[in-house]
C-alpha cells in the first residue's frame, strides 16, 4: 500500500506558475512509476504528466507540453509538478498516483491515487 498526499495548490492569475508535490509513504517510493491527473468540474479526470522510476522517461499531455515539468525525488519521497504559463483551463483539482508496473509510462490503471489538490486559474 502507498500513501499519496498532494500539496501546493491555490489560486494564480493566468499566466502565473505553481508548483504542487506529492508525498508518498508505505512503501518503496522507487519501485513506482508515478503520474499526475486532474479533473475539472463536468469533466472527467485526463492525464497530465508521467515519470518512470528513476527519471529516465517522462511524458506529457499535448495540453501542457511546454508548460509543466514533471520531476521527483526519491530520498525524498516527492514527486513535484512545475507549472508554469497557466492558463484557466488548467483549472482542477490534480491527483498524483502511483503505477506498480514496470515498463511504458501509463496514462490510465494506476493503482494508488491522492485526495487531491485544488488549482485555480483566474483570467
Known amino acids: 500500500q502507498v500513501q499519496l498526499v498532494e500539496s501546493g495548490g491555490g489560486l494564480v492569475q493566468a499566466g502565473g506558475s505553481l508548483r504542487l508535490s506529492c508525498a508518498a509513504s508505505?512503501?518503496?517510493?522507487?519501485?513506482?512509476?508515478m503520474g499526475w491527473f486532474r479533473q475539472a468540474p463536468g469533466k472527467e479526470r485526463e492525464f497530465v504528466a508521467a515519470?518512470?522510476?528513476?527519471?529516465?522517461?517522462?511524458s506529457y499531455a499535448d495540453s501542457v507540453k511546454g508548460r509543466f515539468t514533471i520531476s521527483r525525488d526519491n530520498a525524498k519521497n516527492t514527486v513535484y509538478l512545475q507549472m508554469n504559463n497557466l492558463k484557466p483551463e488548467d483549472t482542477a483539482v490534480y491527483y498524483c498516483?502511483?503505477?506498480?508496473?514496470?515498463?511504458?509510462?501509463?496514462?490510465?490503471?494506476?493503482?494508488?491515487w491522492g485526495q487531491g489538490t485544488q488549482v485555480t486559474v483566474s483570467s
Open positions: 515519470i518512470s522510476r528513476f527519471s529516465g522517461s517522462k
Open positions: 498516483a502511483a503505477d506498480r508496473r514496470a515498463g511504458v509510462l501509463r496514462v490510465s490503471g494506476y493503482d494508488y
Open positions: 508505505g512503501r518503496t517510493f522507487s519501485n513506482y512509476a
